[in-house]
C-alpha cells in the first residue's frame, strides 16, 4: 500500500520509486486522479481537486483523503504550526487542527482524553476519522441499541394487534385459519441503526490499521441482524433523536461526514476507490461561524450563517428581485444587522508596501454591497493568520466607506492555535 501526504496546493512528483515518500508512481497518480475526478468537488473541468500533470500532481483547495487501489492520498490543510520536530510531527499537528475544525463545523463533541489517545503522526486523516467513529459507536452499543416500535403485518394463526379487514377478506378468503395481523413491534431495526451499519459497512472495506479493522468486526457482528439498506436508500430523514437517546447525536452526524454530501464529498465509486474531501473555503466559513455563535451565546446579539438573504436588483417593470446575497455571518442586535463577516481561506499578504493586503478587488466590492443592502456599521473580511503576518491575530486594517457611515475591516483568525478558541474569537469581535 502506497501512501502519501501532500498539502493544499503541494506538489507530488512523479518517480517509480515506491519507497520514495517524495515521489509517487506515475501509474499510481493515475488512478488517484481518476478518483478525484469523479468527486462533486472536481468541478467543471475535472481539476478541481487535483492538477493531473505531466511531471506532477498538485493539490487544489481541496483537502482530505483519496483511496484508489493500492494508494492513499492524503491532502492536509496549509497552516502555520510550529512544532519541535520535522515534517511527521508537523503533519501530526495538522491532523489534528483539522480534526479539530471538521468538529466545532459539525457539533460534534470529542473527549479530550480520546483526542489525545489517537495516533496522529502514523495515521491518516482517514484512519483517524474511521477511529474515532468506531470506539464513539462502540461505547454507544454497550450502553444499548435504540430501539422503537415498528409496524409489521403478518398473517398469524391468531390475532395480534388488529385486523386488516380488506387483506383478511381478500388474501384469506378461502382460508380464514389465518388472520390478516396489524401490530407494533418493539424492534432495534429502526433508520438510526441501519445508518450505523452502512457506515460500519463502509469503513470495513477502507480501514487498513489493525485496531480499526479488529473495532469494525465486532460492531459488524452487532449489526449482523439489522437490515442492510444501500447509502443511496438510507432513511435519513426518518431517524428519531430525542433525550433518550442523546448520546447518538455525535454518531448520526460522524455519519453524515462519511455518507452523505454536505461541505465535503464522500464517494465510494467502485471498490478499487474512496474519497473523503473537504473544501477549505466552506470549512473555514463553517468553522468560523459555529465559533462566532459560541462566542455571542447568552449575550444580546444573534448570529445567522448564509442568511439575509436580501436582494441586489428590483425589475421596475415586474418588482422581480433578483441577485440575492448570502452573506456568510450576519451578527444582529434585535433586528438589527450591527456586524457582517465574509471569511476567506486565503493568505492575507505581509508587503510592507502593499495598502490593500493582496485583498482582492471583488472582495471589496462584494462587502460594500452587503453595507448597503442591510445598512450596517461594521464589515470585516476574515482570513487565516499566518506567520507572514506583522503582529498577532486580529484587526490588521481598518477602512471608512467612503461616503458612508461604515467601515470595512481586515482581520486574521489563527487556527494553528487551539487554545481558547471562542474567548479568542470573542475578542476580536469587540474590538473597536
Known amino acids: 500500500m502506497i501512501r502519501r501526504t501532500v498539502l493544499e496546493w503541494g506538489v507530488l512528483p512523479y518517480g517509480e520509486d515506491r519507497g520514495n515518500s517524495d515521489t ?3 501509474c499510481v497518480a493515475d488512478r488517484l486522479a481518476a478518483m478525484a475526478k469523479v468527486s462533486p468537488l472536481s468541478g467543471r473541468g475535472g481539476g478541481g481537486v487535483l492538477d493531473h500533470g505531466r511531471h506532477a500532481l498538485r493539490a487544489r483547495g481541496v483537502v482530505g483523503v483519496l483511496a484508489a487501489e493500492g494508494a492513499t492520498l492524503e491532502i492536509l490543510p496549509k497552516i502555520d504550526i510550529t512544532t519541535e520536530g520535522g515534517i511527521p510531527e508537523r503533519h501530526a499537528a495538522i491532523r489534528q487542527r483539522l480534526v479539530h475544525m471538521l468538529a466545532v463545523a459539525l457539533d460534534i463533541r470529542l473527549d479530550a482524553g480520546a483526542f489525545t489517545r489517537l495516533d496522529w503522526q502514523r495515521d491518516t486523516l482517514l484512519e483517524i476519522v474511521i477511529r474515532i467513529f468506531a470506539e464513539r459507536l462502540t461505547d454507544a452499543v454497550r450502553l444499548g441499541m435504540p430501539r422503537r416500535y415498528v409496524g409489521h403485518e403478518d398473517d398469524l394463526p391468531t390475532l395480534r394487534g388488529s385486523l386488516d379487514v380488506i387483506r383478511q377478506f381478500t388474501s384469506h378468503a378461502v382460508n380464514p385459519s389465518r388472520l390478516a395481523c396489524r401490530f407494533d413491534q418493539f424492534s432495534e431495526d429502526i433508520p438510526l441503526n441501519q445508518i450505523m451499519k452502512a457506515v460500519v459497512s ?10 480499526n479493522q479488529r473495532r469494525l468486526r465486532e460492531l459488524a457482528f452487532v449489526y449482523a441482524e439489522t437490515t442492510d439498506v444501500p447509502v443511496s436508500a438510507l432513511p435519513w ?12 447525536h455525535d454518531l448520526f452526524r460522524l455519519a453524515q461526514l462519511l455518507l452523505m454530501q454536505r461541505f465535503q464529498t464522500t464517494t465510494s465509486g467502485d471498490s478499487r476507490g474512496f474519497s473523503l474531501l473537504f473544501e477549505m473555503n466552506t470549512l473555514f466559513e463553517e468553522y468560523v461561524g459555529r465559533l462566532v455563535r459560541r462566542a455571542v451565546g447568552g449575550t444580546e446579539f444573534s448570529v445567522s450563517l448564509q442568511g439575509g438573504r436580501r436582494y441586489c436588483l ?10 440575492q446575497t448570502k452573506p456568510d455571518i450576519l451578527i444582529r442586535r434585535g433586528e438589527d444587522v450591527v456586524h457582517v463577516i465574509d471569511t476567506k481561506w486565503k493568505r492575507l499578504a505581509s508587503r510592507m508596501d502593499d495598502a490593500k493586503q493582496g485583498v482582492s478587488q471583488s472582495d471589496v466590492y462584494q462587502m460594500m ?27 490588521h486594517a481598518k477602512h471608512r466607506v467612503t461616503g458612508h457611515d461604515m467601515h470595512l475591516e481586515t482581520a486574521s483568525f489563527d487556527v494553528a492555535d487551539g487554545q481558547e478558541v471562542t474567548g479568542r474569537l470573542r475578542r476580536l469581535l469587540y474590538a473597536h
Do not use: K, M
Open 24 to 26: 509517487i508512481p506515475s
Open 202 to 211: 463502509r469503513l470495513s472495506r477502507l480501514a487498513r490499521s489493525t485496531r
Open 237 to 248: 430523514d426518518q431517524v428519531i433523536l430525542d433525550r433518550a437517546n442523546n448520546r447518538w
Open 314 to 323: 428590483t425589475e421596475t417593470a415586474t418588482q422581480r428581485e433578483l441577485f
Open 369 to 395: 454591497a452587503y453595507g448597503q443592502l442591510y445598512r450596517v456599521p461594521r464589515l470585516t473580511l476574515l482570513y487565516p493568520h499566518h506567520s507572514g503576518l506583522r503582529g498577532a491575530e486580529g484587526v
